[in-house]
């Protein structure tokens, strides 16, 4: 059985950072892309960031970009997320994916709040 489960939430002002961290662990023979997805109270699902099996390819929301880094570690099996000068529009509970075994996996979520 495979797990995901993200880490680094929390409560920040507004032009902080956080760093969040998704990290796989159960039998795996393979990880491909791994991402996030974010989703805020009454809006749809929005994909964040992604990165290739390798890291040498990344993407992001054109609302992220410039403040957010995607970043993985094959050897230890995790993915993070870079958040920098956080906006309240940030706010939501974010959730990662990795394409493991050839099939999708997800973590639960870690919520993030940003005061204004």
């Known amino acids: 059985q495979v797990q995901l489960v993200e880490s680094g939430g929390g409560l920040v002002q507004t032009g902080g950072s956080l760093r969040l961290t998704c990290a796989a662990s159960?039998?795996?023979?393979?990880?491909?892309?791994m991402g996030w997805y974010r989703q805020a109270l009454g809006k749809q699902r929005e994909l964040v960031a992604t990165?290739?099996?390798?890291?040498?390819?990344?993407n992001y929301a054109d609302s992220v970009k410039g403040r957010f880094t995607i970043s993985r570690d094959n050897t230890q099996r995790t993915v993070s997320l870079q958040m920098n000068s956080l906006k309240p529009e940030d706010t939501a509970r974010y959730s990662c994916?990795?394409?493991?075994?050839?099939?999708?996996?997800w973590g639960k979520g870690t919520l993030v709040t940003v005061s204004s």
């Open positions: 994916y990795a394409w493991i075994n050839g099939m999708n996996a």
């Open positions: 159960g039998s795996i023979f393979s990880i491909g892309s």
């Open positions: 990165i290739t099996s390798s890291g040498g390819n990344t």
